[in-house]
T-cell receptor, first 113, second 113 residues
């Protein structure tokens, strides 16, 4: 069965620190997609990135970067030089071939000034 | 472009009463999802539509929950009768198809008293 584990429930950092959010997944499918979403206090889930299982290239978007390692079934997310506005709950998700998104429990990131 | 629109944002009802939530997906998005999010948890799929067809409703408690997507556009999720345990956030999302990223609405926070 598919499963997503985000072992870090809460992380607290001081502004400008780098922070990495861990995500480990389980699936028997050879084709799948991985996602990261941000959920600020307003409640809306904001899409950040989608990765397919055949593309292990790391990706960088501004202060955000993602490290996909199939060998360890991990899809970690790093925020460089964190800012207060980065404070939110971050969810990692796995998409089954049928399209159903399976979410992890989320990591609550608190960035203090 | 408008995002996914949900209404109402908040709803408080007494147990055993009926309640309905409405969702307007992004224009052109064929796939529509209803997710349930309990406090401190990741969202869990209730039902997924491809156009007007419900293709995955295995997690929908059919004894009290129902959903419809008329004409393959807007969707309504209904609970009748509501129970205390139904208190949660109900999220609607849409995507171009089942392989692309889903965009979420702000959700409806339901409180059953």
């Amino acid at each position: 069965a598919q499963k997503v584990t985000q072992a870090q429930t809460e992380i607290s950092v001081v502004e400008k620190e780098d922070v990495t959010l861990d995500c480990v997944y389980e699936t028997r499918d050879t084709t799948y997609y991985l996602f990261w979403y941000k959920q600020p206090p307003s409640g809306e889930l904001v899409f950040l990135i989608r990765r397919n299982s055949f593309d292990e290239q790391n990706e960088i978007s501004g202060r955000y970067s993602w490290n996909f390692q199939k060998s360890t079934s991990s899809f970690n997310f790093t925020i460089t030089a964190s800012q207060v506005v980065d404070s939110a709950v971050y969810f990692c998700a796995l998409s089954e071939p049928g399209g159903k998104l399976i979410f992890g429990q989320g990591t609550e990131l608190s960035v203090k000034p | 472009e408008a995002g996914v629109v949900q209404s109402p944002r908040y709803k408080i009802i007494e147990k055993k009463q009926p309640v309905a939530f409405w969702c307007n997906p992004i224009s052109g998005h064929n796939t529509l999802y209803w997710y349930l999010q309990n406090l401190g948890q990741g969202p869990e799929l209730l039902i997924r539509y491809e156009n007007e067809e419900a293709v995955d409703d295995s997690q929908l408690p059919k004894d009290r929950f129902s959903a419809e997507r008329l004409k393959g556009v807007d969707s309504t999720l209904k609970i009748q009768p509501a129970e205390l345990g139904d208190s949660a956030v109900y999220l609607c999302a849409s995507s171009l198809d089942r392989h692309t990223e889903a965009f979420f609405g702000q959700g409806t926070r339901l409180t059953v008293v």
